[in-house]
């Protein structure tokens, strides 16, 4: 009788799995759970955010620790795929994984003073942050559509929430639900391209969209080009890619700024991470079809992100769309297509994480409790006041303006020459007026931080607390040190452009 | 004598992709709040449709599994785009999305 239970209940087999492979990912959403659950038990004692922070800063450590041992073994070995193909461990993973971790301990640190000078609760928010991290680190390793779906909601959910963390700041709330209902809108149109892509393949892991494809010729194009398309929309709202890109100034300026630091770094990363691999491994045979798209993207996104910046008035709106720009010459590294498009684009990343992080701490810094006037007028004089301070944010401008002797400088001189290397020379000759156009913008902040004060001004004078000052302080030395010495830098894109 | 008329299963996929731009455009062009958020979840349950079309046409059951997944999210965003509603109608009661004017420039 038993005997007869037993084979008709058929085992299910399991797919194997690499902890190791997922290990950052559990480290991270480990700490998000764990930081709910101290604030469960301790309520509101004084321990609670401490002991919050200390959960924070430890799964990003040991994540840290997993990256590093994943960084050598698949370089050993190649890369690690497990769950049954759902996830892949390989060195561009690993180097983008590594980029979100330093723009979420970044985050957790400029997060600790800001929480307490608004007097906002602190587990929530942290836990939000790890919560969503873990996201991004699962999004950059996810191999197939709908693990790239599920990690995509992950990492966006949490952001609606911290975008509208504020409660007291109806702007803050009303970033949060612009950023909600447009996050949503991109996911369902994302969504709809993953469906169509399973429809025209029969596939939703990306190797074995990339084979089918490789070995079979379609007999009708459209749905699989639909899919393509549809994709590349839901993905481009998530880099903040013109035309898709009009949350961005909005969100930026209303979040607080924390929030907008770690959107503008971290989130960028995860979202090209997912944009190059899907275009690189599942349509890699489709790249007629895909390059002039993003070639369009690109243009549009430099041009409108850098003209629509010289007329604004606000701060924060100014880097939200120094911020597109930003996302412009990464396209223009991948729409080359080449090894040395797709390294450029990694080592702009990392540099963009530094300068990115360091301009909105030092504005968080600046800005008085309220976190509300982020004008020009308010800013002015800040340099003259507090030399140090506004010159480091002087420094981070004319870093991400690419100012030679700064990361910005050797990030963008790397995708030009690789434009140039592929003989792109109008993206080339567009990017760089681009640049010069932007230096604009970048220098009438500065102009406005180091001219004397009118009277209107309304920045704070408190002494940097440690966390956010290690912050400042790191990151610009980050960016030097990318600008004076990039071997080092390049030579670790170069080892981290292989999905093998 | 009418002809019987076969279903076919492009009658789906073509009926899903009326529900998900009925949904866009509702998302785009209503100012309700409300109604913007119930056009989101329009388009993810015309996907749904889809994914089960293409799932009967390929002969594959991973395209059904996939329906679960995209509910399970649908859900999550569901209750923190609700919760942000309510946050923000605690303060201006009857909010449209013409009123959301703090922020732009």
Known sequence: MTGFVLAAIAPITTPSVDWLGVAPVIALGGAGVAIVLARALLRRSAVTTPVCVALGILGVVLAAIFEYRLWHLVRADGAITTMAGMVRVDPFGVFLSVVVLIGTIYALFISVAYLKRESLDAPEYLALVMLSAAGMVAIITANDLIAIFVALEVLSIPLYVLAAFDRRRMASQEAGLKYFVLGAFSSAVFLYGVALTYGATGSTSLTAIGDFLANNTLYEQGTLLAGGALLLAGLGFKVAAVPFHFWTPDVYEGAPTPVTAFMAAATKAAAFAVLIRVFSIAFPLYRTDWKPALWVLAVLTLVVGSVAALVQTDVKRILAYSAIAHSGYILIGFQTGTIAGRQAALLYLLIYTFMAIGTFAVIMLASMTGDDRHSLDDYRGFALQRPVLGGILIFFLLAQAGIPLTGGFIAKLEVFSAAAQSNNYSLLVIGVLAAVVAMFFYLRIALALASPATGGEYFSDRRVDRWSGVVVATAALAVLATGVTPGPFIDWARQAVYFV | ?105
Request: hydrophobic share 60%; no cysteine.
């Open chain 2, 1 to 105: 004598m009418m002809a019987a008329i076969q279903i076919t299963d492009t009658y789906y996929l073509v009926l899903s992709a009326a529900l998900f731009s009925i949904g866009a455009v509702g998302v785009l062009v209503r100012r309700n709040v409300l109604v913007m958020f119930m056009s989101v979840e329009l388009m993810l349950n015309a996907v749904n449709l889809t994914f089960v079309a293409f799932a009967k046409t390929l002969n594959d059951t991973s395209g059904q599994v996939i329906v679960f997944f995209t509910l399970v999210v649908a859900a999550a965003e569901v209750a923190v785009g609700l919760a942000i509603i309510v946050a923000i109608f605690r303060r201006r009661r009857g909010m449209t999305a013409d009123d959301m004017r703090v922020l732009q420039g």
